[in-house]
């Protein structure tokens, strides 16, 4: 299962990510986590310590590991390797908890531009190697929108979840990120609501991403906001939102396995 999980930031995708990753370890997976997201915070809602978070280097910024492996340093225009070796990076990079590898990838400083430089083409061979050519469980927790998904890799993706929360403008860039992946060849484009008060914020959601497949929704939780400011796992920390992650998982599931 290879599933990338995006939407504007504040509406709680990193902690769908998380939850989802414990969820397939718990069924004895082996997990990636990959934070593609450059606002990086995966590893705290995975329940990694502060002082472990800190000590984990972004790939992007690992300057002799891009130069050693594409052939030119970081930022240079000159030649380089366009298809750099990458699959020993999960495991000589991942940091291990709970049957969990998280990745890192942080920013390139020309991601956004679409620029072809070194430590770009790391990143997204990197991120094709995960989602095309490996065994394991890949959740991907990306930012707003979805400039590390290239055609190649798009089309690999099992299931694509824009996390939205009750308002105009998280329902419109949910719209957004659907016509995009769906011009990547995404097939399976899931909708996740936030932060749900009661009725009237699920009937505007319903109403606001119209014939979007809504694969669930996840109630606003004091709890999660407990785990966020603990720095701990919020799988730790709410049974009831974890609940309604497996049944957001087996929503998914039901309509991948059906196709």
Do not use: W
């Not at 050693?68 to 366009?82: C, F, M, Q, V």
């Not at 490996?134 to 299931?159: C, F, K, P, Q």
């Amino acid at each position: 299962m290879k599933i990338a999980v995006t939407g504007k930031g504040g509406v709680g995708k990193t902690t769908l990510s998380s939850i989802l990753s414990y969820l397939f370890a718990a069924e004895g997976n082996k997990v990636i986590a990959v934070d593609a997201d450059p606002d990086a915070n995966l590893a705290s809602a995975l329940g990694v310590s502060r002082e472990a978070a800190d000590k984990i280097r972004p790939i992007a910024d690992m300057n002799e590991l891009i130069e050693e492996r594409t052939g030119a340093k970081p930022g240079s225009a000159g030649i380089y390797k366009l298809n750099p070796k990458v699959d020993d990076l999960p495991e000589g990079l991942g940091y291990r908890i709970d049957g969990i590898t998280l990745l890192v990838m942080g920013k390139s400083k020309a991601a956004s531009s679409g620029c072809y430089c070194p430590e770009n083409v790391l990143l997204r061979r990197l991120l094709k190697h995960l989602v095309v050519e490996r065994n394991e469980v890949v959740i991907v927790d990306m930012e707003a929108g979805i400039e590390h998904l290239t055609r190649g890799t798009a089309d690999s993706v099992d299931a694509f979840i824009v996390v939205i929360e009750p308002g105009q403008r998280s329902i419109q860039t949910a719209g957004v990120v659907q016509d995009m992946a769906k011009g990547l060849g995404v097939k399976n484009v899931f909708v996740v609501a936030n932060k749900i008060r009661g009725n009237e914020d699920l009937a505007f959601v319903k109403k606001g991403i119209g014939s979007m497949d809504l694969a669930g929704y996840i109630s606003f939780s004091h709890a999660i906001m407990e785990a966020d400011i603990k720095g701990d796992s919020p799988f730790k920390f709410s049974p009831q939102t974890v609940e309604e992650v497996k049944s957001i998982k087996a929503a998914i599931e039901k309509v991948l396995h059906a196709g």
